[in-house]
């Protein structure tokens, strides 16, 4: 199998907005195959994608107000993510995610995409994940183990 993309989005200083950050340093200390490729991402949605084109998958995570509990995971792929209302997404980041991927798919072709978005508690500045997006964060790592199989 070639190179699967793991790349979680983030700000470490916004609270449950570094969730993906938070789960990429997390999953980097478990035995996972070689060629997997985790990718902090940080706020810079677009420079984190450009690898996109030379991989076989993608796991993208982020956060997203998509009007759950905090907490609650959703599991998109691409497509689904670009047919959600535009206000759905949360973005303190240089592009949104949707924007992104629409922008990349431009440039090249765009591997199988798989997205997890966890709901936020709290944006407040603080690099403390809320209980809530801690233990979702912890579920999505073993959903990501999952698929990793």
Not at 88 to 93: E, K, T
């Amino acid at each position: 199998m070639g190179k699967t993309l793991i790349i979680g989005f983030g700000n470490l200083l916004m609270g449950d907005d570094g969730a993906g950050i938070h789960l990429i340093q997390k999953l980097a200390t478990h035995d996972l195959p070689a060629e997997v490729e985790l990718v902090d991402g940080g706020v810079s949605s677009f420079a984190a994608l450009a690898e996109l084109p030379s991989a076989e998958r993608a796991i993208l995570i982020d956060t997203m107000a998509g009007g759950g509990t905090p907490g609650t995971i959703y599991r998109l792929t691409a497509q689904q993510l670009d047919a959600l209302p535009k206000t759905s997404a949360i973005s303190v980041h240089d592009f949104s995610l949707p924007d992104s991927l629409q922008l990349i798919g431009r440039i090249g072709e765009l591997p199988p995409i798989l997205i997890y978005a966890i709901e936020p508690a709290s944006l407040e500045l603080t690099m403390q994940l809320s209980r809530p997006v801690e233990l979702a964060v912890e579920k999505v790592i073993g959903y990501i183990q999952a698929e990793l199989c």
